[in-house]
């Protein structure tokens, strides 16, 4: 679909429009936990996506991060990466630690 375009919306007609949200800057790993955490609960985030992209355990029966579980799956999030620094561009998805972790740890 081009960028601009016009079209015809007609009574009953259903029209998604789904965009990306924006690319953020720096390190994922190194956002403040208590940020996702308001993300999660106002539902931009799911606790599942907190997890995988900012390493933050969300304990969604409290509403609470999990501050250990976090530590510890960011570290292992950092391991798998294997980075000296952060990359200027990522062209691919980080690499995702081989077990999920859950609250419960």
């Given amino acids: 679909m081009p960028g601009k375009f016009t079209m015809n919306v007609k009574r009953g007609d259903i029209f998604r429009h789904v965009l990306a949200g924006a690319g953020g800057w720096g390190d994922p790993l190194e956002r403040d936990p208590a940020a996702v955490l308001k993300d999660v609960r106002n539902e931009l985030l799911s606790p599942e996506k907190a997890v995988a992209d900012y390493g933050v355990v969300v304990d ?16 292992e999030i950092r391991r798998a990466r294997g980075w000296s620094e952060t990359p200027k ?4 998805d980080p690499v995702q630690p081989v077990r999920r972790v859950s609250a419960a740890e």
């Fill in 89 to 92: 561009v990522q062209w691919h």
């Fill in 60 to 75: 969604t029966a409290h509403w609470v991060v999990d501050a250990a579980a976090t530590a510890k799956h960011r570290e």
